[in-house]
């Protein structure tokens, strides 16, 4: 048996992957980016909207912010930093600090061993690096 890859692969299914985290992948055992054989395809689209590869550091942000949606309108070319920014400002998920007496509970709960670190924030509503915190000083 042969090791056929690609679309004349028997077992083909179109190249076309959505990963965990909702980006599409596509098959282009070409490009030089390319992790086993599959690119993402918001890139793609926009190296051939620009004409050229993308460079180291340079970032393709999805503007609605649904990952499959790679349509030329929906997306939009900026470096690493401007990425963290334009992520940062509209952060639904503001830091919480917890209280001194909040922190005692905190310990209280953990000591006790019923209670995972991520119960306890959830019941504190605040992250899990919080109550770490919290927990190791």
Same mark, same amino acid.
């Given at each position: 048996?042969?090791?056929?890859?690609?679309?004349?692969?028997?077992?083909?299914?179109?190249?076309?992957?959505?990963?965990?985290?909702?980006?599409?992948?596509?098959?282009?055992?070409?490009?030089?980016?390319?992790?086993?054989?599959?690119?993402?395809?918001? @890139?793609?689209?926009?190296? #051939?909207?620009?004409?050229?590869?993308? +460079?180291?550091?340079?970032?393709?942000?999805? *503007?609605?912010? %649904?990952?499959?949606?790679?349509?030329?309108?929906?997306?939009?070319?900026?470096?690493?930093?401007?990425?963290?920014?334009?992520?940062?400002?509209?952060?639904?998920?503001?830091? @919480?600090?917890?209280?001194? #007496?909040?922190?005692?509970?905190?310990? +209280?709960?953990?000591?006790?061993?019923?209670? *995972?670190?991520? %119960?306890?924030?959830?019941?504190?509503?605040?992250?899990?690096?919080?109550?770490?915190?919290?927990?190791?000083?």
């Amino acid at each position: 048996m042969t090791n056929v890859k690609g679309p004349n692969n028997p077992r083909w299914k179109g190249g076309r992957q959505v990963t965990f985290f909702g980006y599409v992948r596509v098959y282009c055992p070409t490009h030089p980016k390319a992790i086993r054989n599959l690119v993402s395809e918001h @890139r793609l689209i926009m190296e #051939r909207y620009l004409q050229r590869q993308l +460079q180291d550091g340079e970032v393709v942000h999805h *503007r609605n912010h %649904d990952k499959s949606d790679n349509r030329i309108e929906n997306l939009e070319l900026m470096t690493n930093v401007e990425h963290s920014r334009q992520h940062s400002l509209g952060n639904r998920y503001k830091k @919480r600090v917890l209280t001194p #007496r909040q922190e005692n509970q905190v310990a +209280q709960l953990w000591q006790t061993g019923k209670y *995972r670190m991520k %119960d306890i924030a959830r019941k504190f509503n605040v992250g899990t690096t919080a109550i770490f915190s919290s927990i190791h000083r």
